[in-house]
Every structure is written in C-alpha cells, then in structure tokens.
C-alpha cells in the first residue's frame, strides 16, 4: 500500500516539476512587453468600458493615452477632468480643459403637440420605422419613439415617457458617452455644455421644414421665423435650413429667446420662476 | 409544368377583380405628378408655376443615362411644385396641375386601331423609350431603354415576357393580356426588334387559364413568341425564379439577366412600349387593380399618374368601414400607405384595401427552429440567421452569410409560425451591408 | 386611433400556420400511438402517459412563472408534446415518482436551463430518458408484455423486448435462425404485439401519424427517410454479410424504437438541423449510429444515444453546411 502511494507521490510530482519547467520556458518566450505605465493608468479610468472616448474599451484608451504624444483630442467623458487630470499626472502630461457635456434631446414632440396621422405596426426599432416611412406624424425629423436610443445607454440614463413618447434623459446618470447619438436614426440627440445647476436653453426642436408645413405637422415646431436671433445680444443663435441652433457656448442663459417664441420651440430647464408672470404655455419636459 | 425549384409560399390568391373589365377612370379635379417616378437619376423639373400644359406634354427631363423623363398625364395650369409623400413614404418634388378639360398634345395618335407593322429601325425604337418616359411597369419601374441598350460584350439571346403576376389581389397584367393581347405582342415584337433577338417566351401562372389560351392563339400570327404556363407559386413572377423556370438558367449572385443572356419585360411595359412606338404616346397612364374583401366595386382601371388614391378608392365604392391598412402594390411586397393623397405612380400596379381584423401583424415569440423560413426561400438563404446577425449587429457575418443575395420577397416572414419580423431586420441588414461595402470600396 | 391607417413593413400577410398549430399537429400525430399504447399497455399506459404530461406542463409552469418571471407559454402545446415523447420512451410499469423525476429532467434541466422554447441544443425527451435509465436501470429495463386491460398498472407481466432477445443470444452463442422462434413476426410487430416501451411497438400506428405529419407540411422527408434508409442500408449489408449473426432489416427496422426515433424524436425542430442537406447527414448519422450499438455497443437498443450525440454536432452542421448559393453554379461572366 505504502508503495503505490510512494509511487503515486513521486511520480506526479516529476510530473507538475517538468510541467512548471516547461511552463516557465514557454512563459519567459512568448512574453510580451508591455509598458507598466498601461496598467497604472487602466486603473484609475472608470472601467465602464462604454466607447465614449472613441476606443475599444478602457485599456484600449489607456494605451492610446501612454503612446500619445499630448492629450489633445483624448478625453473620457465618463471619468470626466479628475481622470484625465489623474492620468496626465502619472504620464507626465498636460490635460487640456475639456467642458462636461450632458445628452439633450432637441424634439419636443409629444402627442399633445404632434398629432398623430398613422399606427406604426412594425417592430420597435427606431431604426427600421426610420427606413419605412415618415413616421407616426407629419413631422419627417422629429422622434419615432421605439427607444433606440433608450436601449443603448448602458448607464441606465434613459427610459421612454409613456405619456410624451419622448425619451427622458436623467442628467445624474448620463456621463456622456455618446451611445445614444449614435443609436437614433435622425441624429436629434446632442451632446451639449453642462451649465451650472443642470440648467439648460436649447431649440427643441429639429424640423427643417419651411415654417407652414413645420408648423401643421406640430404645435411647438421653429419655424424660422428668426425672432429669437434678434432678441439675442450675444449673437448665440443661427438659423440654417429653417431651423434655429443655440450655441451652448456663448448663450449666457438670458432667457430672452425662450419668451419670444412664438411656438415655444425653445426650452428653458432648471431655472428659477420668473419674476413676472409670462404666458409659458409649455413645458412638458421637467425635471 | 415549369416552376422554379427551392423555395416559394402559396398564399391565399385572392382574384377578386379577375373577371372586370378594365374601366377608365373619370378625371380628377387635380393631380400631384411625381416629378421621379422609376429608378436612377432624379428627373430635373422643366415647368414653372403657373405654366399650362397638355396632356403627354414633357414635364421632367431625365438626369443622364440611367433616368427617365415623365410627362403630364393631364391638361391644365400648374399650380405649384412642392413636396408630396409618395407611395415609398417619403417626401419627393411632385408637380401640381389644376386639370382644365383633356387636351393632349397633338402628336399623339388617338387612334383606336390597332398598328402591327414596325417602322422605326432599331436605335429609334430605344431612343422612343428614352423621349416617352418608359420604365418597368412590374413595379421595379427601371428605366426601359437602359434595359434595352445592350454594353459591349455582352449579348442576349432570348426576350422574357413576364406576365405571371404572382402577387395575391393583383389583375391588373390578366386583364391587360386578356383585353390588349394584340397590342401587348406588338410591343413584343418591338422589342425583340430592339434587343435583336428571334425569340420571346411569355410566362404566365396557371390560374390565368383564359390569357394564357388567349394569348397562344394570338401568337401564331407573330414570329417567335411562345406562351408558357407556370405553376402557381409566390415569387414566380421575379424575374430570377422567372428565367429559372422557363429557360433553366440560373442568373449568378449579384448579377443581372444579361449575365445569362436574357432580358426580362412586364407584360405592362410591352403594352406601353407599344403605344409609344406605334401611337407616340408617352407613359402617363396605366392600369390599376383596386381591390379588398370589403371594398364593394372592386375593378381595374386606367389611371392617370398623379391621380390620389382617394379618387381611385372613391371610384370603387368608398373607403370601407372597418379599414385597417391600405396597400400600394400587392400584400407581399406592397408599400403600405399612411394616409391618401398619396398620387398613383407609374409603378402601382394595385391598390388594396384590408380589414382591421386582417391589418395587425400577429405577434412575435422566440424561434422554435423550425426551418419553414429556409424551405421557403426563393434564393437559398437562411432567413433566421440572417435575422439573428442583423439583430446582434454582426453585420460583416451576414455579409458573408450572403445577405445581398436576399430580394426581398416576403416569403420567411410570411411563413414564419412564431411571427418573427424576418424581412425587417434582413432589409436593415441589406442597407448596412451596402453602407459598409460603399465605405470599403470609398477607403481602397 | 380608429380612423388611423396602421403602417408596417411588408408582408402584410401570413400564412395561417402557427407554433401552437404545428405542435397540436405533432400531438395528433401521436394520438394512433397513444391508442395503440393504451391497447396493448392498458391501465399502465394511461397512468404513465398522464403522469408524464401534466408533470411536464406543470414544471414549465412553475419556472415560467416563478423562476423566469416571464409570460408562461404552456399553451404553445410544445411541454404536451415533450410528456407524450417522454412517456413513450418508458415501460407501462415504471413508477410514477421516476416519471416526475424524468419530467423534471427534460422540462427543467433540458429545456428551460437553456432558455426555454427554441435554445435547447438536446432534445428534451431523450434526455430525461437517458437520465432515467442511467438512474434507474432496473425499472427502466423491466418490459412489460403486452396485455391490454388484463392486469393492472404494477403488476404487468415483463419480458425481454425482441431486440435484447437477440442481442442475448447471439451473445450466447445462439445463430439468428436459432433465435427467431422467440421473437414475434414481423406481422406482430409491425401491429405492435411485443414488448417494448409503450409508444415504440405499434408500426402502423407511428407510420399513421407520419403520414399526418408529412400531409400537413408539419415536417419534410428528409429527417425520417434518411434515419430509416441508412438504417436499413447498414444492416441489410451486414445481414447480406452474416445472415446467422445479424437480423435482416425489417427485423432491425420494427423492432426497438427506429420509428418512433425517426418520426418524432430526432425531427423535433429545436435540435434538428435547418437546412435539407444537414438533415440528410443527420438523419443517416443516426442511422449507422444506431445500427452501431445495437450491435457492438453494451445496450440492445441504441436510438435515443444516436440521436443525442448527432444532436451535438447540429451546430456545427449549422454552421459550416449551407445551401447552394442560387446563381453560383453557373460560371462567372
């Protein structure tokens, strides 16, 4: 008995030091170097590995970010200024000051403004509804409301409203990587400045068509009628293709565009009541 | 009998309008001319608001090789050119004419009588295509004398005459064959001239017995032309399964009949080819079945391109109460309408009216893996995992598992016990696929 | 909403087939092997063939309901469809917590782990057989001869089935024509009087529901017809060989459960393959596998293990078997 189990020992034994031996040789051949500085900065990245930076992954990222030769053009907007502060530190760069972005939704067509003229009874894919038809509306730009965009934030950042068919972005939760711009079909999501206190100004609205059809087709559609422009004294609004855009980075949240609208296609969010009583008719976007 | 070996559905066929005589519909107040009604190159508009035109006047001159004109199918003032939602859904330029009275333009011959003998030499033929606005009236509306214009190195042997209409609903081809035989072989013959061939075969399916004895009779005093029955069977009527059938010849993936030196005509388009060649007259107007369980005259007519669809509808007894879902072309491959103002094109061939009860898909559940989407596929693909890859976004997968190959026909879906939207995720496949072929030929 | 038009992509129609209806066309199938089952088996086959069935029906319900949190979808007829499978594979004697245990097997382990309706690579009933004869050898072997109503459900008589007849006595030293005085004729055994599970004697009653199944496009030629005829290739050469040391191919062909295999069992959508190529492979694999235990292999019967293992290879078969892509053979122009 004690000689088979002699035998037994021995004999695995030789067998797992031949195999380290082996392992070792095999280990030491096909090493791959790999600068340590990787590793470090892999561990301070936020590990969401959701491609908002452009890279596949967070190790991909902090590979680019070792091998670059200045962060210009590298940002995670997930980890946000302390990471990329935090890896120049370890990499001996500078970071470049990049402004935090939330996603916005520019439509704010919900039932009670936008009628709707047909049943859409395919699949609930903003994708395949786009490629069929108009719509559910007469409005060719606005939002199909099959959650495309809801199903891509892996942030939990999104849910449909039932009741504006609209998605609802919750800004606590949205980091900004940019899944959902990339999911709709009518690019109507934008990434925009963060401003202090989550407030936001911006035209709610993405219909280019001249102002009769925009606006038959829905209540609160820009129909170009350029007013806002003139209202606004620093020269943040434009209008191309009859539709107006508000440049986040030069409105100083005045609020004088949002009372001269004359559709309120413009959306003021977050902010104080107004000292004086104005005919807001709308907001159906709230926090 | 011929058919086409793999693949194919039967569904329900629905022939309610085989028996009615083609009518001419009365016309409207106004019309919205699609200013591009085929495949290729936009049209380029030549009239201004307010300008009057006549019926058969040029109205939109064709961009370059691969286009096609369009002409007025009415005579009026034009009231304006704006943008209309035509039958694929989306918004194009449409001319707006307030009809005043029916004149036409006076080169047209209205004769009734009936010309066999061909006079134009062979270039002129192609070039009447071209100045008449002809483009395929099965429903792909491809520009016409592009077909007929043979590149170099390639050759035809054999006209294909597509007269199988396999689509449910659809008479619209019977009538035409069962009432304009005549005509429709003299256009035959005309293009036989153009393409340079002896022979012609005219498919049709064997539920239209009486065009096909009808037909066959007729042909004997033309040169070359052969009738042929085909077995029922959906899509028999696509011209790959068509030229399969008839001359088993397979035409190879991505490639176009020339390939097998054969070209494929609509029965439609022959009639139209006709009448431009023989009578001058452009293509402004064609027939179109109106059909649905509940409509209460169902018929066909000769329509006038740019007519709504509510005129049509109104001609054959008023939208019917319990309507679900209205139709352009027939219910396998048909475009469904969102509202009826949408303007009959030179490519609708039909339009049917369905009942709620018959309007909703069914609902959709897991794949039970039964593989009646396989059987049922005219091209030999694999419709669940095409599905499945385009669901999951491995679209460089279902490139290769040949998605390109897929025409669209309907028959997975329509098969499919679980209700599975096989069509709709394999077309969003198919328009990523090109995107990113489009990309990788752009990069190279 | 009532005066709106509904939009959708085409087709908008559908063929009236759906998978309730292609799995109550199965059980219809079944139900001349149900009869002829009860007729032989009696009381047992009813107590088993119930037992089976609602304990099937009953597991899915509850991990639908209460493990998946899901809609449940025991209407779909596809757990009724396992149970009566099940049922057939098992002796009218065994007794009813082995058929619960069994149910459990197939329901549970071999269907809902995988996801339920459509993911399961093995088929479901096959395996919670196999399962129960590696557990309960003893009950799972004991074939009770056919007696009808005559006894009761536990105390039918038990006899060798005509497959472990020969299979012991050629082990013997026995030569086929010495044996072929203990089994039945082929006249009995194709009107199902022999022992043997429950929904595997009776021919005639599974070619029935073949035809059934055939007629109502609920399954294609290709599954059963390569099963049978690979089957009876192989053993008609090997009987051509050695007509003492092996049973002709009708013998091979009634006796066991090739039918019941190749009609029911190996043409269950989920793990069959899914194109007719495959099918074709699959089918004769099954066959020469078969044919392989019956006659090297330790077991007198082999259908259930062939088409297990050929079910392990269906996703490769899948995956690199495709259909002739249409235009390819004709050369490049």
């Known amino acids: 008995m004690s000689q088979i189990v002699l035998i037994t020992v021995l004999s695995l034994s030789l067998l797992a030091l031949i195999s380290s031996i082996i392992l070792y040789f095999v280990a030491q051949k096909f090493k791959i170097f790999e600068d340590p500085r990787i590793d470090e900065v892999q561990e301070i990245l936020p590990a969401a590995n959701c491609g908002g930076c452009g890279f596949a992954g967070c190790r991909n990222f902090a590979e680019a970010l070792v091998k670059a030769e200045t962060f210009e053009g590298l940002n995670c907007p997930v980890g946000g200024a302390d990471v990329m502060a935090k890896a120049a530190e370890i990499l001996g760069k500078v970071a470049p000051v990049v402004d935090p972005t939330v996603a916005v939704l520019l439509c704010n067509g919900s039932p009670e403004f936008r009628p709707q003229t047909s049943v859409y009874d395919g699949v609930a894919d903003c994708r395949i509804a786009h490629t069929l038809y108009i719509g559910e509306t007469d409005c060719i730009f606005g939002c199909l409301g099959e959650g495309d965009c809801v199903s891509a934030c892996t942030f939990g950042a999104m849910y449909m409203n039932p009741e504006t068919k609209l998605p609802f972005i919750i800004d606590d939760k949205c980091v900004s990587c940019g899944a959902c711009v990339k999911a709709c079909p009518r690019h109507l999501i934008e990434l925009r400045k963060k401003a202090r206190k989550d407030r936001k100004i911006y035209v709610a609205c993405s219909n280019c068509d001249k102002g009769g059809p925009a606006k038959r087709a829905c209540k609160v559609a820009c129909i170009a009628c350029t007013k806002c422009v003139k209202v606004c004294e620093y020269n943040a609004i434009t209008i191309v293709n009859n539709l107006a855009y508000i440049d986040a980075t030069k409105c100083t949240f005045c609020r004088k565009c949002v009372t001269e609208c004359p559709t309120n296609s413009i959306i003021e969010l977050n902010f104080p009541p107004r000292k004086q009583p104005t005919a807001l008719k709308t907001e159906t976007i709230t926090s | ?444 | 909403m009532s005066n709106l038009l509904y939009v959708s992509p085409s087709p908008h129609a559908h063929a009236p087939d759906t998978t309730r209806k292609l799995m109550f066309g199965v059980i219809i199938a079944l139900l001349p092997a149900l009869f002829s089952s009860i007729f032989y088996f009696g009381y047992g086959a009813i107590i088993v063939t119930s037992t089976s069935v609602i304990s099937c029906l009953l597991f899915e319900y509850l991990i639908q309901r209460f493990i998946f949190k899901k809609p449940v979808t025991i209407t779909d007829g596809s757990a009724i469809v396992t149970g009566l499978l099940l049922a057939f594979n098992l002796p009218s004697n065994i007794p009813v917590f082995i058929i619960i245990f069994g149910s459990f097997v197939s329901i549970a382990i071999a269907k809902m782990t995988f996801g339920g309706l459509g993911n399961n690579p093995f088929n479901p009933a096959l395996v919670g057989r196999v399962f129960m004869l590696i557990s309960f050898p003893v009950q799972m072997t004991s074939w009770p001869l056919p007696s009808g109503f005559s006894t009761g459900y536990t105390d039918a008589v038990t006899g060798a089935t005509p497959l472990a007849i020969i299979k012991e006595g050629l082990k013997n030293g026995d030569s086929i024509s010495q044996l072929v005085t203990q089994i039945p004729t082929p006249a009995q055994m194709f009107l199902g009087n022999m022992g043997g599970s429950m929904g595997e004697v009776a021919a005639v009653a599974l070619l029935l529901g073949l035809i059934w199944l055939l007629a109502k496009k609920i399954i294609t030629w290709h599954i059963p017809v390569s099963v049978i005829g690979s089957l009876v290739i192989f053993t008609g050469i090997l009987w051509l060989i050695n007509p003492e040391q092996n049973a002709n191919p009708m013998f091979h062909l009634l006796a066991g459960g090739v039918l019941l295999g190749a009609i029911f069992m190996a043409t269950d959508y989920v793990t069959s393959p899914m194109n007719p190529k495959s099918m074709i492979i699959y089918g004769c694999g099954i066959g020469i596998l078969t044919v392989i235990i019956r006659v090297w292999g330790a077991y007198p019967e082999g259908v259930s293990f062939a088409i297990l293992i050929m079910n392990a290879f269906v996703p490769l078969m899948n995956a690199y078997i495709k259909p002739r892509r249409f235009g390819k053979e004709v050369k490049n122009g």
């Open chain 2, 1 to 444: 009998m011929k058919t086409f070996p793999v693949g194919g559905v039967h569904p329900p066929e629905n022939k309610l309008t085989a028996e009615s005589a083609i009518q001419y519909l009365p016309l409207p107040l106004s019309v919205s001319i699609p200013v591009t009604q085929h495949i290729g190159a936009p049209a380029n508009v030549i009239v201004n608001k307010g300008d009057y035109v006549k019926t058969g006047q040029l109205i939109a001159e064709n961009k370059g090789f691969i286009s096609a004109k369009t002409h007025s199918s009415v005579s009026g003032k034009v009231n304006k050119i704006d943008t209309i939602i035509d039958s694929t859904g989306f918004k194009q330029n449409a001319v707006f004419i307030d009809v005043e009275g029916d004149e036409w333009v006076s080169t047209i011959d209205r004769s009734t009588e009936i010309v066999t003998e061909i006079k134009l030499p062979r270039e002129e033929i192609i070039q009447k295509c071209l100045d008449s606005g002809i483009v395929g009236l099965g429903g792909a509306t491809f520009p016409s004398h592009v077909k007929l214009t043979i590149p170099a190195g390639k050759k035809c042997d054999i006209l294909i005459i597509n007269g199988v209409e396999c689509e449910p609903y659809l008479t619209s081809d019977h009538r035409l064959m069962l009432e304009r035989g005549e005509e429709i072989l003299t256009g035959i013959t005309i293009l036989m001239k153009a393409l340079q061939v002896t022979r012609a075969m005219i498919g049709i399916e064997n539920n239209k017995q009486d065009a096909i004895s009808h037909l066959t009779s007729l042909a004997t005093a033309f040169q070359g032309i052969t009738v042929h029955a085909l077995k029922v069977k959906y899509p028999q009527g696509a011209e790959k399964q068509l030229i399969k059938a008839l001359i088993k010849r397979e035409v190879p993936p991505g490639r176009l009949p020339l390939d097998v030196n054969a070209i494929v005509h609509n029965v439609g388009t022959a009639f139209a080819v006709y009448e431009a060649v023989q009578k001058n007259k452009p293509l402004f107007e064609r027939v179109v079945t109106v059909t649905g369980k509940l409509v209460t005259k169902p018929g066909n007519f000769f329509v006038r391109t740019g007519t709504p669809v509510s005129r049509l509808i109104d001609a054959a007894g008023g939208v019917p109460e319990d309507t679900g879902k209205i139709v352009s072309g027939g219910p396998m491959m048909g475009k469904s309408l969102s509202n009826l103002d949408i303007p009959v094109v030179k490519g609708t061939s039909g339009i049917i009216l369905f009942p709620k009860s018959e309007s909703e898909r069914m609902e959709s559940y897991p794949c039970i893996r039964c593989a009646k989407c396989v059987s049922a596929c005219p091209m030999n693909l694999e419709p669940y995992l095409l599905m499945s890859l385009s669901e999951k976004g491995m679209f460089e997968k279902a490139e290769a598992e040949r998605i390109s190959d897929c025409m669209e026909c309907g028959s997975c879906s329509f098969t499919c016990p679980a209700g599975r939207p096989l069509l709709d995720y394999i077309r969003l496949g198919k328009t990523t696929v090109i995107k990113i072929a489009r990309d990788r030929a752009i990069k190279k």
